[in-house]
């Protein structure tokens, strides 16, 4: 088997998806605090202390990394019967290893999670975040305060935009809210697959009043092509994916599912059509709850979902 120079043998494993030590897509483990470059830098959060319901996702990081031995990204990458080449070829992929949570010290595990972020941005070029909770989003998008009229793009059942929620600023309700406050350069969210029954309504009118695009699942479902129109285009983007926005039958293995999700499909398109049209500064994928994904499909559809995602950034 080849070896390439950004793929050392201390970090090698071996050829089986279940073979470890287990990094995220069997790439090489890289601390941060280690001088190194990379295409693609993927950083666990493993941080659930914002959650309101089923706790789990601080244990999202490490399934994430076992499922995705499924897919590991091998130096001429995946084929893809589709085009008959190959996907991700010579892309160079490191995992940074974990934020290490303060866990009820919530200041200060977000200002890990920022300095962290910042970090990584330096070391790659796309920097990927696997949370936990969607609570980390607010510290993650802090890091990119630099960064002119900033886009996002939230995938998400829920619109996580309550100003507050059992007596806290700073729960996975709530992480836009703050980022839309504290974040100047925080120039527009587009929020894709809303829905359920539990939509905080001044959350509601404060998205909207704030000039937030707000889609609902059911928009989706029914023109999928006026969606993807109406996505931002040309625009320095960072895309937020909350696995609920998934429909649970892809992905229960989460804190607060919700029926009439998206297919698979609906959001690899989404997710195409952003990056295609977008440059993409920053990923996250959150909410994976393993204890409640007892076949694991959730972790291996969140791994699949961010290989697909590198395959479009990649080109
Ligand atoms: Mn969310
Ligand atoms: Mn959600």
């Not at 995705?68 to 996907?87: L, V």
């Not at 297919?263 to 994976?288: S, T």
């Given at each position: ?12 494993q ?8 287990a ?5 090489p ?26 706790p789990?996702a ?77 609570s ?7 890091a ?14 829920h619109l ?8 806290t ?9 703050r ?21 905080n ?11 937030h695009?707000?889609?609902l699942?059911?928009?989706v ?5 006026w ?35 998206l ?8 997710l195409?059509?952003?990056v295609?049209d ?38």
């Amino acid at each position: 088997m080849p070896n390439p120079t950004h793929r050392p043998d201390r970090t090698r494993q071996g050829e089986l998806p279940f073979t470890g030590p287990a990094t995220f897509f069997k790439a090489p483990y890289l601390p941060l605090d280690e001088s190194w470059e990379a295409d693609v830098g993927i950083l666990g959060i493993p941080y659930d202390f914002g959650v309101g319901f089923r706790p789990g996702a601080r244990f999202a990081p490490n399934a994430v990394r076992e499922a995705s031995g499924r897919y590991p990204i091998g130096p001429e990458g995946y084929f893809d019967p589709t085009t008959e080449d190959f996907r991700l070829a010579g892309v160079r992929v490191v995992d940074a290893g974990d934020v290490d949570p303060a866990q009820l010290e919530y200041a200060e595990s977000f200002r890990r999670i920022t300095e962290a972020a910042r970090t990584l941005r330096r070391r790659v070029r796309l920097p990927v975040f696997v949370g936990g909770d969607h609570s980390v989003t607010y510290p993650l998008l802090k890091a990119y305060d630099d960064v002119p009229e900033l886009h996002v793009l939230q995938l998400d059942a829920h619109l996580d935009f309550s100003d507050h929620r059992n007596s806290t600023r700073y729960s996975n309700s709530s992480p836009f809210r703050r980022a839309a406050e504290d974040l100047p350069n925080l120039a527009h969210v587009t929020v894709v697959g809303l829905r359920g029954l539990r939509t905080n309504p001044e959350a509601y009118r404060a998205a909207r009043a704030r000039g937030h695009r707000l889609i609902l699942a059911r928009q989706v479902h029914e023109d999928l092509p006026w969606v993807l129109r109406t996505l931002p285009q040309g625009r320095p983007l960072y895309v937020s994916v909350d696995v609920d926005v998934l429909d649970p039958s892809v992905a229960p293995g989460t804190g607060s599912p919700e029926v009439e999700g998206l297919r698979y499909g609906e959001v690899a398109k989404l997710l195409e059509a952003a990056v295609r049209d977008n440059r993409l500064v920053g990923l996250d994928l959150v909410e994976v709850a393993p204890n409640l994904d007892p076949t694991g499909l959730t972790a291996l559809t969140a791994a699949r979902l961010l290989a697909e995602v590198l395959c479009y950034w990649w080109g």
